[in-house]
Structure formats: C-alpha cells, structure tokens
C-alpha cells in the first residue's frame, strides 16, 4: 500500500503572519535608531586635524577617529568650558560655502572677555590653563587666519555675547576657528563628543573630566 500524504490543509493559505511582523519590526527599528540619532546621540568621524592629539582626523574615514556625540545633554545643561562641541556652521561662515559640521573645544562663555596675548588665551584677563589638552609646541595666535573676515575676530580682545560661546581647536598650529571668524551660537550646537568608539585600542573617554571643576 502506498503510502498517502493528507491533503487536509491543501485549500488553506501559507501563513504569513511572519512576514509582517518582520516587517513591522524592522519599521520599527529604523524609526528607533533615526529617532535616536535626531534627538539623542549620533556617531560622527573626524576628517581634519584640527583636534590633534586629541582627537585623530583624516579624509579617509577608516583611518580616522569615530566618536559618539550626545545631542541630549545641552536641553537640559548649559555647554561648559573645556567640552569638545560639534556645531553646524555659523553664518560667517556659511558665506565661506562651509556646509559640513565642525568640531571644536569650548573656551571662552557668555559675557566673558578673551583675548589673545604672547601666545595664550587670557579670559578677564587672567591665563587660560590649557595644559591638559594642548601640546607644548602649540602657540594661539591669529597668524592662522589667512581666509574669512580681516582683521580676525581675536585680533583685539573680545567679549562673547549672551547664549554664544569660543571654540578653538586643540591643534592651534591647524585649526579655522573663533580666532579668525567668531562665536558660535548655542542654537548652533549640536552636542558634546563624549565617546571614541574607533580605532578599538583608543575606546573609550575622550578627555579626563572634569577638565575645568
């Protein structure tokens, strides 16, 4: 006799129910991760040198520093000195055609007076300690500011406006910043770089904190 195989479900459907919750979780997934990135925390790759020794950057972005930026902690807390911030370009700099983030050390605050002396960064005229994160050889001059508005913006001292803040680079040697086309608005901000997370041998915290208590 041989043997019979039931056709007892052979007029019903495939069940497919898998299907659509796949596909509702992976709807979900990307509303989740894009929610994050908008609101809470994104990942960026540093392209110049202007953070150097910080913060590695290159063109090609394998070789490159990765790090995490925290986009929720400035809703509810004021940006410090001594953050490392990325901000999209300011106005001034938007006439340059700048279009890309940058990424800068916050110094000098709202209502704050800086000024540039012998190579050091003076606020209300006292020294700046910047030790912690700037190389011996590093001199803060405006010397660097060959583009954008003449005389540079620290060219004489400075006092920051409310809700705006001074951003320079660690590199002092290589970096386009507030020395040479001004304050950042905190509007501008879009958080604080917080984490590496590439190359895996420098995972971890980016600066000892706090670095001005």
């Known amino acids: 006799m041989q043997n019979q195989v039931s056709d007892k479900n052979s007029n019903q459907k495939p069940d497919n129910s898998w299907i659509a919750e796949l596909g509702r979780t992976v709807v979900l997934s990307i509303v989740l991760a894009l929610g994050i990135r908008t609101f809470v925390a994104e990942a960026r790759w540093i392209p110049s040198g202007s953070m150097e020794p910080t913060l590695h950057g290159t063109q090609n972005q394998w070789e490159a520093d990765k790090i995490i930026v925290d986009k929720l902690k400035y809703k509810f807390a004021k940006p410090q000195r001594g953050d490392i911030v990325v901000f999209s370009p300011t106005d001034e700099l938007k006439k340059e055609q700048y279009q890309d983030a940058f990424i800068k050390r916050v110094i000098g605050l709202p ?41 540079a913006f620290l060219s004489a001292p400075q006092t920051i406006p409310p809700n705006s803040y001074l951003v320079l680079g660690d590199n002092r040697n290589s970096s386009y910043d507030s020395r040479c086309w001004g304050v950042v608005p905190r509007d501008n901000i879009i958080g604080r770089a917080v984490l590496r997370f590439w190359p895996l041998n420098h995972v971890g915290g980016i600066d000892k904190s706090p670095l001005y208590p």
Do not use: F, M
Request: aromatic residues 4%; hydrophobic residues 20%.
């Open 111 to 151: 209502g704050e007076t800086v000024e540039l002396r012998d190579g050091k960064v003076y606020i209300n005229s006292k020294p700046l300690d910047e030790e912690n994160y700037l190389s011996s050889n590093q001199r803060t001059v405006v010397d660097v500011c060959t583009s954008g508005q003449q005389p």
